[in-house]
């Protein structure tokens, strides 16, 4: 089983539904991040979370809330999509000494 | 806050050539540099890392150094095999807190 999981691994959606992606991990890595990736822009971090208490805006957080229910979960929510956020969104992890990110297979999202 | 620039966006190497990739970053406090590579449909993992008290690390035929004074770091991929085609991204934090990627490579190998 893949260490790192994310649901779904498709979403299409309209302009102002709330959606939500969800990351589990069995890894037993205390840190999870939730990155974004589009075309000719590489990987841009929206939040982190290094334990079940701590969460951290990333380099783009707006439009985008997390929670974290518990160290094998981390969830992201879109409140209200809008178009240019369609993109494809990777879930990581990574232990205490915060070095290797283990990636999610990734969720396509597409907000029409 | 950090910013990593990647060059090439695409490279194309016959099979066997050497390839190699460039990145850039701003913040000097800086310290840890991986790079992984991407292949369809999957998740980015990681290839080699470096961090700052080094210059090179190598492992088989994967390289990457480092040059703290310039901040700047390359991949080196020598004997490149068709497998070797991906999308490559560096990047760079310190102490991963906030890792800043750059914005890829596309490394075609042609047999």
């Known amino acids: 089983d893949a260490d790192v999981t994310q649901t779904p691994r498709n979403r299409i959606t309209k302009t102002g539904k709330r959606i939500m992606l969800e990351c589990s991990q069995t890894?037993?890595?205390?840190?999870m991040y939730w990155y974004r990736q589009d075309p000719g822009l590489g990987l841009r971090l929206i939040y982190y979370?290094?334990?079940?208490?701590?969460?951290n805006k990333g380099e783009i957080s707006d439009g985008y809330s997390v929670s974290r229910q518990a160290q094998a979960k981390f969830s992201l929510s879109l409140e209200s999509a809008i178009p240019n956020q369609t993109a494809l969104y990777f879930c990581?992890?990574?232990?205490?000494?915060?070095?290797?990110?283990?990636f999610g297979p990734g969720t396509r999202l597409t907000v029409t | 806050g950090e910013n990593v620039e990647q060059h090439p966006s695409t490279l194309s190497v016959q099979e066997g050539d050497s390839a190699v990739i460039k990145c850039t970053y701003s913040?000097?406090?800086?310290?840890?540099f991986p790079w992984y590579k991407q292949e369809l449909g999957k998740g980015p993992q990681l290839i080699i890392d470096?961090?700052?008290?080094?210059g090179e690390k190598k492992d088989q035929r994967i390289a990457v150094t480092l040059n703290k004074t310039a901040k700047h770091f390359s991949l080196h991929i020598t004997e490149t095999q068709p497998e070797d085609s991906a999308v490559y991204f560096c990047?760079?934090?310190?102490?991963?807190?906030?890792?800043?990627f750059g914005a890829g490579t596309r490394l075609t190998v042609k047999p």
């Open positions: 990581a992890t990574s232990d205490f000494n915060g070095s290797e990110q283990y």
């Open positions: 990047a760079a934090n310190y102490n991963n807190n906030d890792m800043r």
């Open positions: 890894k037993g890595h205390d840190r």
């Open positions: 470096i961090r700052s008290n080094v």
């Open positions: 913040d000097s406090a800086s310290n840890y």
């Open positions: 979370s290094f334990d079940v208490k701590d969460i």
